[in-house]
């Protein structure tokens, strides 16, 4: 009897695990480790249910790759158990690389080293580890392998992963607007010139799913109180580096101690296994727990940003189409100074603004193509009979400012 | 106790009804007769699903109507008890004077009069009959009543017909593409200046819901395969009516014989009630019924199309950008007259070609207006930080051909 | 390219259908037939969203089928390509013999020939005209092929026609007691000695089934309202049985006609194949149409009852665990003689009592086996661990009178 | 213009909070805390969805109490506006005493001191900040206020605490076997004598509910890996309590601190109000942390316990309806003790066994009781006429026992 593993997930029922290596992959502590990742950071601070992690994000889009693959077969696209394999196993460890309330912390732990870089070198360390089982996942997942499709499925502007964190972001927030039809969307895929593509009668799914896309920027990813909860954070961390260096006996975890302590370069992360090891262990625990400690440490600016954090006082933000004007933030920033006497050096922590952009779909990159039945292929801005689909292509910029809450 | 009857309602889990006028106008024969007519008509011929009925929308309306109500008053607007059950019966019976198949059957039945003027009549019926306690209700349907957002809420581009038959024809059909936040835009609803407009957080929910509103009108209303269905019915209407004044032993059900041995104008409707009685008895059965015996007519037209009909044996659709050429809907007919054994007058039955426009949101009628927390008000495609949201004004126009399968 | 055809489906998202004969007999007037057959009769006049057709349950349960198939296979079950096409024409056509508002009218319309008699004749014209293509699906029918579970899953107390009416009449009745888990019952399926069992860890959703199905027959299948309702329409066919023999005039549509005026044996039926042909054409459209013109028929019996039908003036109904005495009874008949001005012989159309049972669980019949990791095999209600999952077997039995409205 | 906070909740769509003391109540640390302890424990280790949070449950309780006052309102029970807002407080805060991974730690952390304890502890503490407004929240929690069904509403066993947990637990792990009819249950509330009861017509409801109780049980609270990972977690606890007196060095976050190096009674508890402040700071994060940094402890014990529970290498779990022998257990002992050299009084930690109890519905606390239109009353269990509903009142008990994996 082949043993198979369900696992029950409140999305798409249930999730089939194949024996084997991708069973072997979801033991390990690597990936154990996204169960204690929270998928969108801060955002349940916004959305309550959002509490979802990594661990069933990943999960998931492998579960829609294993449908793609499916539909992809029965199209008659030669796919081998081997390429399957591989790229469900490239799926699944697609974010394996991710630290604790990434995006956010991206930069503020190790700097200059995406998360990319990270789950790349995860994976080489787990194909040793595996005897070089996940070879043709790291090509399918670097795109250096042949059927460019498999690649396009694992990272594209209409990959797994966007189908699955759309439909996983959704139903967790409870916003409606960013219901997407992902089980239709897979059923039109097939492929064409050796590329991903779009059938044309799946081309309202696609806009949809492009909107969809778009509305999930503004109400929940960009979601001004979600905005004010990152820089928050991304303040706290900031804050307690510049302590660090002074402070030896500074309560920290001592997975987060690693990073904190020490500054390191994309180059010695690479060059020292030992950080890996350091990062495996690096989770949403360590940095919630250390800032629970600082709520009471003697520097006035970090226990004030803590205890907001942990109590949900978060900065009162301000979001519009136009910049902010210099004397706008200047004034606030004099108001914060005076109120919680902070130095004009300091008072960054208090007021600031910044901007954020929301650019859905990219003309730029790879496209999503619609394939006609007398197979013309076309791009899906020129294919729609919305005259302004190629409209999406424009990048939206917004502007906000963050204060504290009774500052004015 | 205060009496209320539950209704079970699949999409909203319960709908109250209120005791009183209100249940007896959901009793009434009237009200009763949408239990058989089918809110999409054929549309069930491609989602097999989508065979709710008109009585079921007209709950779901008053029932969001009642939400919307509670919305408002929760936020200051004055709403007496009698506008609000106005209301709630102006909704009910918005759609009550549809006839079968409508909209498809509004002109073959009963010409030049439209169901907006049946209903119209069948409230002043129900008004004489309730000793003329809906009289505020048929104000505020024509809109002339004082309180204008009680009609916007009835008839506009935001009211809760739109929101609830969109929210039941994807529940029904399974298209997820339609899915709206119907909960989200009532509870964003509010008055200024004596007109609904939505709050500014709301606006995300109003861009999904034109954009779902628009999908829906190509994936379900306007789907290619409903356009044929719809066309053959019309067709056979078409052809019965000719053949009606020669052949006086044609099966017909009661209630449809008197629309269709007889050419009734408006005006005649208006001045014979006994019309309007006959009318109240005729629904989707009478057509299907009569449509079934008809497949044995002696007529090889009507008998072919009423085969076609009921087997689900559907012209071939082509749908297009441009028009279709002169010549190539001329080939096709002369194809279709030699293989029918048609005249050149009556191939039009078999082959033609026509355009469809999907109109989505305009300008010209009244606006969704937001109001910003400062008070403002802007309408809702300048309010959008999609640049383009003023292009969903454009109206879309599509061009499509029909022709026996099998043909070419 | 290998083609197939999509159908949405708002339960399940999308039903496959494979090309070839399955596809071609969903396209045969015998199987679209099903469209004009509501699944649960006039249960629509209590839930108005159960109106649902036996097109949309066949196709639902074909789907239910092919997950199953797939199941078994990928736990070593050797099943044919043809053994699982020939299982999904069997499931596909399992209700083929419905009538029109079966299973109220089994015995009013056709004496004496169950509905699966029917799908059996029909069966067998099919299999004639797809030239023996039926022949093994014909065989699991009859339970008359050696792989007993094939059989079991077309019919037995787990089969995927139960999987799929539950889930189907809870979605469109909105009734969540119904709810079942469909998908992990279908995972839990094995076969063990040739017969269809369940793995251990699926005992709850099979205990989860069984409650579900008993709940469904007292707040759906038998609520009481529904029962009123299908008397009515009963006692209308009675009646005009009664009359079609002295009155050669009645309205009656064509369909309906062979039916009504002539009194088949199950013989008759057999031996007449143009009978079948007859049936062919019957579905709800013939009897809601003829009802709706008794309505003004001499009879005032007749026209009493259907008025009251088309209307939705049913009978009230009194339900309880004991039977109603003679004299209650009779006490009721007194005074709807006296109110309606009809004999004791007919006042059986007016007031009567009858009882209803609910025997959810048989171990009489199949029963449903659990099958443990050790290999154990035992009967689910010693399986469970529930200690009183035996005392499911009990019949419950109830009463009811029903009477006209007002009456008392 | 009113104000009034949304909240987006997955389950019910939106969660309205009143402005005022519900709001501050909200806002306070004490039960924003809430956000940092799962309602399921350990539980998405088997179910990854189920990592909702008690801030999120204490919400949806809120709600539910929202919707059940407003149905007993409209029923004609006289609810005042104070009371109704002290229903809602006392639902709110009625877990806000819960620590980390209760119930699991309930006995480990702090020693017979039940969590209703604490929440008693915060209510009143809170009570003295607020001046007082918490005054007959606490008269209901505690059931000390005339009116006895508003008490019944936050504590009983058909309460909206019972209505919430098994709803939200069931959307997060996917378990449709749970699925209730929250919302038709609530609709059926009613008040006879002072007391909350059903009525009759929701009896099915009712039904569904109990047993939907009791399928959650035994396939998620009592799920054997669940309860293998809750005795891993109680024993790394024991373990690390044993230690804690030798060890002054061990890390330990500052809030666990406390609670681990001091044996606290119940009398200083209360008598120590600065104990409670320290609870106050204590989440699930200072139990994973500290467990996190325990893999690498010098103990071998408690560092492998640690390594188990973080990558999830459960014991394996065999459960069963009669108690294991003495031998049985006692051969695995000696197994792990020759494996892990550890001492016959260290074994515990490594095997053990156990046993559990679902008790889902007792007569000897307050019953659930139905109401007739009569207005006769009668226990659920008589009511019923599943004839064995009275069997529901049995206790079911299993054994478990629990072992490394690999150990035989």
Redesign the interface.
């Known amino acids: ?2 043993k ?1 593993k ?6 798409y ?2 999730i089939t695990i194949p024996d084997g290596i991708i069973f072997k992959l979801i ?1 390990h ?1 690597y990936f ?1 480790r996204l ?2 990742i929270q998928q969108l950071g801060i955002t ?2 916004v ?3 959002a ?3 990594r ?2 994000h990943a ?1 998931g889009a492998m579960h829609l790759m294993t449908n793609a693959i499916e539909t992809l077969r ?3 696209v030669a796919i081998t158990d081997e390429e399957a394999e591989s790229a469900q196993i490239a799926i699944l460890l697609h974010d394996i690389g991710h630290g604790p309330f990434s995006h956010i912390l991206e930069h503020s732990i190790v700097n200059g080293i995406s998360h990319e870089d990270i789950s790349t070198l995860f994976m080489e360390r787990l194909n040793k580890e595996f005897k070089g089982k996940l070879t043709l996942a790291i090509k399918i997942f670097r795109n250096q392998y042949s059927k460019k499709f498999l690649h396009q499925l694992v990272s594209s502007q209409l990959d797994v992963d966007r189908l699955d964190y759309l439909t996983r972001d959704t ?7 960013g ?3 992902y ?2 969307i897979i ?1 039109m895929l097939t492929v064409a010139n050796g590329n991903l593509v779009v059938e044309a009668k799946g081309i ?2 696609i ?2 799913f492009i ?2 896309r ?2 999930m920027y ?2 929940v990813y960009l979601h001004k109180t979600v905005l004010s909860g990152m820089e928050l954070l991304v303040n706290i961390l900031k804050r307690v580096k510049e302590l660090a260096d002074e402070d030896a006996g500074l ?1 920290v ?3 987060l101690a690693v990073f904190l302590f020490n500054k390191l370069s994309k180059k010695e992360f690479f060059n020292h296994p030992e950080l890996l090891d350091a990062f495996a ?1 690096l989770d949403d ?2 940095i ?2 250390s800032i ?2 600082w709520m009471t440490h003697d520097d006035p600016i970090l226990s004030t940003l803590c205890k907001w954090f ?4 978060l900065y009162k933000t301000v979001i519009q ?1 136009k910049p902010f004007s210099k004397a706008e933030v200047k004034n606030l920033q004099e108001e914060a100074m005076d109120k919680y006497k902070v130095s004009a050096k300091d008072v960054r922590y208090f007021v600031f603004s910044d901007e954020v952009t929301n650019d859905v779909y990219s003309t730029q990159q790879v496209r999503i193509n619609i394939v006609y039945p007398n197979g013309k292929i076309m791009d899906f801005t020129k294919a729609s ?4 689909a190629s ?2 292509n ?1 990048v ?1 910029r ?1 502007y906000f400012v963050c204060y504290p809450k009774g500052l004015v």
């Open positions: 009897m082949i198979r369900i696992i029950n997930d409140p999305i029922g249930f033991e502590p154990q169960r204690r349940s601070l959305y309550p249910g509490i979802h992690t661990f069933h999960l029965s199209k008659g139903f967790f927030t409870g916003v409606s607007e219901v997407i039809g089980d239709r059923k309202y799914s806009e949809k909107i969809a778009r509305l503004w109400q309560f975890t001592p997975a262990l625990y360590d919630v727990c629970k400690v942990i109590n949900r006082n189409s009979d919305n005259l302004n409209a999406i424009t939206t917004k």
